[in-house]
């Protein structure tokens, strides 16, 4: 990177010199025309024409070597937070504290054996029409699904403040750059394409690089949209190339919406079930701070999505991940974990980040203090409260009967109309 901007700024300072050297001879042409010199001005012409062909050569090559540097730029990570632990592997994330003691459960079965006993839960179904890594519910555990949703939206409206939002699921470039998401991992995300956009859909086969489909977006050559892998990029949006005034925050969003993602790097893993899906539904809350108010937003997000689970009674860990396990965008992350007794291990339910200034530089996301000109960029947390589909799978396992039903938990028995057990129907 450092290497290409030498040649940037070389290329900058030829294309100044050549500009200068043009402006000189095209004054001397009216010089030399004054004094009927008519020989030197056509000798000055011709070189006027010769430095504007070698211009267009210079200013070609600048834009190509700021295009290589900017490309570069943007796939560089955020810096992790000084309290963020070292580490290269998941092995070395750091616990943080648990909650609630796994149930003693005999021969627990996992959830898409209780699923597909019950007859509610089709993965044949989906892959007829959509293939792997998608399912359809019915019954009881559609109804589940939409309960366990609801209670989480009333909560984080409730009970802590987060404004309910419903936003668009397809999104422009700039809105998937903005976040984090382009142009790194074109490959984890769908793309779509509208009238003569079909280069859009050649990234996920790898034919096209990322960088120039979205340039000839930016030219006009076809249009395009994502569909969001997260509300968090829709939601983090809503505040990108605005100057926002620091008494209006914290903002604070959230919205219940379909997630979709091409789950490129994870071939082979949770290949059965709802753990990893193409489609599947989160409640997702964003947070926009000023940034001595970031880290303390921080822990009060992860609280909101620690609070789903207390209200669900199912046993929990947080940790807090090291520098080689953090997400692309964030400074700071704690990964909230469910225990799966079906599985016999805890599962990633949630994960809150921390993403300082890093979004909100690549949107253009300021923020004005009273009585100050300047402006400042403002801080970015995200985190999911909670991965519906998940909770889900958390709830069967650790709420599974001897008979193969389900034990609906208290704190959903109102909005499933006061049913207290699904049973198979």
Known sequence: IVALDAEARAATARL???????????????????????AEAERLMAEVEAIKGEMSGAEAAERSIRSRVDHLLAEIPNLPAADTPDGRTEEENVEVRRWGAPRGL????????????????????AAKMSGARFVVLSGGLARLERAIANLMLDTHT???????????LLVRDEAMFGTGQLPKFSADLFATHESGGAALAEIAGGGVEVNEVIAR?????????????????????????????????????????????????????????????????KVELVSITAPE?????????????????????LPFRTV????????????????????????????????????GPFQARRMKARLRRKGEKGT?????????????????????????????????????QSYMGGLTRIERG
């Open 217 to 281: 977006m930016r030219r006009g050559e076809f249009n395009g949209r994502w569909l969001i892998p997260t509300a968090e990029v829709s939601l983090t949006n809503l505040v990108a190339d605005q100057i926002v005034d620091a008494e209006a925050l914290p903002l604070r969003y959230t919205a219940w919406t379909p997630c979709f993602r091409s789950e490129a790097g994870a071939a082979g893993r949770d290949t059965r079930g709802m753990i990893r899906l193409h489609q599947f539904s």
């Open 158 to 168: 409730a009970e802590f403040g987060y404004r309910e939002v419903s936003p668009p």
């Open 320 to 355: 807090a991940l090291c520098t080689g396990d953090m997400g692309f965008a964030a400074e700071k992350t704690y990964d909230i974990e469910v225990w799966l007794p079906g599985q016999g291990r805890y599962r990633e339910i949630s994960s809150c980040s921390n993403c």
């Open 16 to 38: 100044n010199d050549l500009q200068t050297r043009r402006n000189a001879a095209s004054k001397a042409i009216g010089t030399a025309k004054g004094r009927g010199d008519n």
């Open 376 to 412: 400042e960029f403002v801080h970015t947390l995200n985190g999911s409260g909670l991965a519906v589909g998940r909770t889900l799978v958390a709830i069967l396992e650790n709420y599974q009967q001897p008979d193969g039903s389900i034990a609906v938990p208290d704190a959903l």
């Open 293 to 313: 108010a970031s880290a303390a937003e921080h822990e009060r997000m992860t609280g909101a999505a620690e609070a789903i689970l207390k209200k669900l009674e």
């Open 106 to 125: 005999n021969n627990p079965r996992e959830h898409f054996d209780l699923g597909e006993a019950l007859g509610q839960m089709d993965f044949e179904a």
